[in-house]
């Protein structure tokens, strides 16, 4: 006997929408399976996984900090995979953009205006759209696979920030430490509020309401899904592949560039060895989680930095292990593309010898 | 159903209003951790002193960590939350956590914040540390009189003063029994990461090196050299399970008493910011038993760490020649504190360039 995956005739909308929830229940169940053999009451232990973080001002602004980046960096990547474009090297781009915009008050540690804070963001951008730009030329020119090649600029761009920051870039004042100097002023993006939440979390929703309204009403949108779906078709309309799959690239990019000098000039407030907690690795499942759709891809972000904040809280208040969250968001990415594929495909048991 | 999840809701809102109740009349005292409990290394030594706090307080506290807490925006809301969790008394415990640490105290001028390692101080925040680089003095030793090839292989974590003067104390250490003793160092920028720790004493004794020893956090250097045949030295815990032939003795972290002598101050009011940093004399820095040596060596050593613990001896003290000659300590002095504290330089002896 052969398991065999048979494509459905027919595809279930209901079910396509359905299936991120059913993978999302089915993760609840399992976490809570897994909290009952580590010995824990699993109600208790959900609760503060995924409720708690919502109950207090504090947390509440603590789930956007941690959310804004990755829902940037996820509608970009849902652009990309639409148009069936594999750019895993979300995590590069965002270290690229944080380490060109943060070059401004490294090299001008006393320029003090608002110019400084917009030069900033635009070379975050712009590092990021350039630097993802390169795989989609090495795939258009020379069709290098573009999950190799985004993957493998992931850790050009980490070791060419570990090379500047214990080096050029190192405060002097910090006893050899890996890390810039302090940021202040201008050069760093202004709170809202009293918390850590700034602006950058406007920069995240602006996004998902720019992104969904050029998917869903542009031509640049149209051209995005039918070279998705059948790039054949697509020629036939005139759409040109190799100008999406350089626009996506740089969309993205361009998006993780700024989450990465978000990150730089708001939580950090400094350059430091490691710009993210690996955001841009995540954020591929929040763009599957949230079906690759804008609007779905921030509340997936919202989900995922709820489970960051909960692996948190039931380590302090239960003594559970960190490794719990990572093993939360691997079932869940799981269970999402388990659900996805049992939905487009059926298993039929074939009988060999035939 | 309705009513199930509402009473389970309810059951659960009490566990908590039952638990803060309780927790009120408790000193909490919270701990940031950089690696994994079971490192075996750093962490494991701070989580021992965490368990000797609520072995010596028993219910006059309790005790919270987190684990795992990159050094970056991740570590001000761990230690924030800690803070908010109603802690009085927050241990962070690696030197990457200085910035955040001191941020988050100017939002909780309640709290008392205790340092590892750092250099930065304020009201409500005290730094502490340990005099590790006597126990490196006598390694030095220990490698020098073991050492068939005169190489020993340093695996350090990070260019800054408290690795590098480490690194100087093994060598000072090292060339009062061979002066022509070689240092070769590899710079992996970790402070956990087995694997890479693990490459860099394959590397090591590729080169020649038949010590092994380390200024990161896991037993993985230890491990290689058992494997390899080579010996070395286990970092800040007893690392003698790992590597029953090859650990020749081991620097132990006692974090405990300090933790200890903190939370009781906090209990009796007594807390003031502080800046300590002690080491063989205050029972801070150990040396695990010395094995797989002969006894003249072992009681070399012995002899050397009881000299470092009363006084006798300093290793830093004069002369003192850096990497390019110049004389940094003159014969019959010793080096101050403050130039300790923020070494750059390498002594005469190590065959490496620090990293600028």
């Known amino acids: 006997m052969i398991l065999r995956l048979e494509r459905r005739s027919q595809r279930s909308t209901l079910m396509a929408f359905l299936s991120p929830l059913l993978a999302i229940g089915l993760t609840l169940a399992l976490g809570a399976i897994m909290f009952v053999a580590l010995g824990f009451d699993p109600g208790k232990a959900l609760y503060i996984y995924f409720i708690e973080p919502l109950t207090s001002a504090w947390s509440i602004e603590e789930v956007v900090v941690k959310a804004a980046p990755l829902i940037l960096i996820g509608v970009g990547l849902a652009v990309c995979y ?92 910090g006893y050899n430490f890996p890390q810039s100097i302090l940021f202040e002023g201008w050069q760093v993006i202004p709170p ?163 | 159903m309705k009513k199930l999840i509402g009473m389970v809701a309810l059951a659960l809102a009490m566990t908590f209003a039952a638990g803060t109740a309780s927790a009120a009349d408790k000193l909490k005292v919270g701990f940031i951790y950089i690696g994994p409990i079971g490192d075996h290394g750093w962490t494991y030594a701070h989580d021992q002193g965490r368990l000797m706090i609520e072995e010596a307080l028993g219910d006059q506290v309790e005790t919270v960590y987190v684990e795992n807490v990159p050094e970056g925006p991740d570590a001000e809301r761990a230690i924030e939350r800690l803070a908010r969790d109603g802690a009085g008394l927050i241990f962070t415990t690696s030197f990457g956590y200085m910035d955040p640490t001191i941020k988050v105290a100017k939002r909780f001028p309640d709290v008392k914040f205790e340092h590892a390692t750092g250099y930065k101080q304020s009201e409500n925040v005290a730094s502490y540390n340990a005099r590790f680089h006597e126990g490196r003095y006598v390694i030095g030793q220990i490698a020098a009189q073991m ?34 003793f070689k240092l070769k160092v590899v710079w992996v920028n970790t402070w956990f990461d087995p694997g890479k720790e693990a490459d860099a004493a394959k590397v090591l004794i590729g080169q020649g090196a ?65 800046n300590s940093w002690t080491g063989m004399s205050a029972g801070t820095v150990v040396m695990a038993p010395y094995t797989n040596m002969p006894d003249d060596v072992a009681a070399m050593a012995a002899d050397t760490a009881a000299k470092i613990a009363s006084g006798e001896l300093n290793p830093f003290a004069g002369p003192v020649y850096k990497q390019d000659g110049t004389l940094a300590v003159p014969e019959g002095e010793v080096m101050d504190d403050g130039t300790l504290a923020g070494i750059n330089w390498y002594v005469q002896g190590v065959d490496d360039t620090l990293p600028e």
């Open chain 1, 82 to 173: 639409t148009a069936n474009v594999w750019n895993i090297g979300a995590e590069g781009q965002l270290t690229m953009g944080a380490l060109v915009g943060a070059s401004i008050p490294i090299y001008f540690p006393d320029w003090q205006s608002p110019l400084v804070l917009l030069l900033m963001l635009v070379l975050g951008i712009a590092g990021g759209a350039l630097f993802a730009a390169i795989p989609a030329f090495l795939k258009n020119r020379f069709s290098a696979n573009e999950i190799l090649t985004s993957l493998m600029l992931v850790y050009v761009a980490q070791l060419l920030l570990d090379w500047l920051i214990r080096g050029a870039w190192r405060d002097p004042d």
């Open chain 2, 210 to 274: 038949d010590i092994i020893t380390q200024h990161t956090d896991s037993t993985a250097p230890l491990q290689i050299a058992e494997e390899e045949g080579v010996l070395g030295f286990g970092q800040a815990s007893d690392m003698i399970h790992f590597a029953p032939k090859a650990q020749l003795t081991a620097i132990i972290d006692e974090w405990g008493p300090y933790y200890v002598e903190r939370a009781q101050a906090i209990l009796d009011g007594t807390w003031e910011t502080a």
């Open chain 1, 192 to 354: 809202l509020g009293d918390g850590r939440v700034h602006i950058g979390a406007i920069f995240a929703v602006v996004a998902v309401i720019i992104v969904a309204f050029m998917m869903g009403r542009t031509l640049r949108g149209f051209e995005i899904r039918v070279i998705g779906t059948s790039p054949r078709a697509g020629s036939f309309a005139g759409f040109k592949g190799k100008r999406v799959v350089l626009f996506c690239f740089m969309l993205s990019g361009a998006l993780a560039g700024l989450a990465g000098i978000c990150e730089v000039a708001g939580p950090s407030g400094q350059l430091q060895p490691h710009v993210s907690p690996g955001y841009g690795f995540t954020a591929i499942i929040v763009a599957f989680l949230g079906r690759l759709n804008p609007i779905g891809v921030f509340f997936a972000g919202v989900l995922l930095a709820i489970s960051y904040m909960g692996g948190e809280a039931v380590q302090v208040e239960l003594g559970i292990s960190d490794k719990t969250t990572q093993v939360f968001q691997g079932m869940l990415l799981f269970l999402i593309l388990a659900c996805d594929t049992l939905i487009r495909y059926r298993i039929r048991l074939v009988s060999p010898g035939r």
């Open chain 2, 147 to 180: 050492s068939e090839s005169g190489i020993a292989g340093y695996i350090a974590s990070f260019p800054i003063p408290e690795v590098v003067m480490g690194i100087n104390a093994f060598i000072l250490g090292a060339q009062t029994i061979n002066p022509d």
